[in-house]
């Protein structure tokens, strides 16, 4: 596949994300049936990540023209955002209760909105600058551990924090744009992705333990 300017892309690019869609529509409904009153939350993650991935799959894998491919960049940036704050939703909301939730809701939305409009602006700057303030939302659960071991259980915690890092993996692969294996078929591109589905499906398993902590 090539862009409009004739450049060559893997061909591996955005296949990856496809397949998250499905995975995750077919996963869903498990992890609904043992939310048991807390659906709502749940559909948050679901919808957050289903977002960020259908959004990149359709950048990656349709032919643009230039402008729309322009615009079509912006979106799949920003829905990054939307599996970020739809996956704190989720687990503020199964883990935590009170003031401890609603803090932990408003600092990540408030920071991800932040981060959209930085994002936005420096939308044509070296990839690490959009990669850092992912990273740096993203780790916002960092400050709340402890309320999130005691809500979710000491499994929940690690798939949070396992999930969190290969997130974090995958934004230096973008940001440092290495590994190049196969330019023609599998690349840095590709690895950054793989890491997304390593790091949501993480995050299933910390909410699938979570919902069965009580």
Same mark, same amino acid.
């Given at each position: 596949?090539?862009?409009?300017?004739?450049?060559?892309?893997?061909?591996? !690019?955005?296949?990856?994300?496809?397949?998250?869609?499905?995975?995750?529509?077919?996963?869903?409904?498990?992890? %609904?049936?043992? =939310?048991?009153?807390?659906?709502?939350?749940?559909?948050?993650?679901? $919808?957050?990540?289903?977002?960020?991935?259908?959004?990149?799959? %359709?950048?990656?894998? #349709?032919?643009?023209?230039?402008?729309? !491919?322009?615009?079509?960049?912006?979106?799949?940036?920003?829905?990054?955002? =939307?599996?970020?704050?739809?996956?704190?939703?989720? +687990?503020?909301?199964?883990?935590?209760?009170?003031?401890?939730?609603?803090?932990?809701?408003?600092?990540? $939305?408030?920071? =991800?909105?932040?981060?959209?409009?930085?994002?936005?602006?420096?939308?044509?700057?070296?990839?690490?600058?959009?990669? %850092?303030?992912? #990273?740096? #939302?993203?780790?916002?659960?960092?400050?709340? #551990? $402890?309320?999130?071991?005691?809500?979710?259980? %000491?499994?929940?915690?690690?798939?949070?924090?396992?999930?969190?890092?290969?997130?974090?993996?995958?934004?230096?692969?973008?940001?440092?744009?290495?590994? !190049?294996?196969?330019?023609? $078929?599998?690349?840095?591109?590709?690895?950054?992705?793989?890491?997304?589905?390593?790091?949501?499906?993480?995050?299933? +398993?910390?909410?699938?333990?979570? +919902?069965?902590?009580?």
């Amino acid at each position: 596949m090539s862009t409009p300017t004739g450049v060559e892309r893997p061909l591996w !690019r955005g296949w990856l994300h496809v397949g998250g869609v499905v995975l995750l529509a077919a996963f869903a409904p498990l992890l %609904l049936s043992r =939310a048991h009153g807390r659906g709502l939350w749940i559909w948050f993650y679901l $919808v957050g990540v289903a977002t960020m991935m259908g959004a990149s799959a %359709l950048f990656h894998r #349709v032919t643009w023209s230039t402008r729309a !491919r322009a615009a079509w960049r912006r979106v799949d940036h920003s829905t990054i955002y =939307a599996a970020i704050v739809g996956t704190y939703l989720a +687990l503020a909301g199964v883990t935590l209760t009170g003031r401890v939730r609603t803090t932990l809701i408003l600092l990540v $939305v408030a920071a =991800a909105l932040v981060g959209i409009v930085v994002g936005q602006v420096a939308l044509g700057a070296p990839k690490w600058v959009n990669a %850092l303030p992912y #990273v740096v #939302v993203g780790w916002g659960a960092i400050f709340f #551990v $402890v309320p999130i071991e005691r809500g979710g259980g %000491l499994w929940c915690l690690i798939w949070v924090l396992v999930g969190g890092l290969a997130y974090s993996v995958g934004a230096a692969v973008y940001g440092a744009k290495r590994p !190049r294996l196969n330019p023609k $078929v599998f690349s840095y591109h590709e690895v950054f992705h793989a890491l997304t589905l390593v790091g949501a499906g993480a995050h299933y +398993l910390a909410l699938y333990s979570a +919902l069965g902590h009580r």
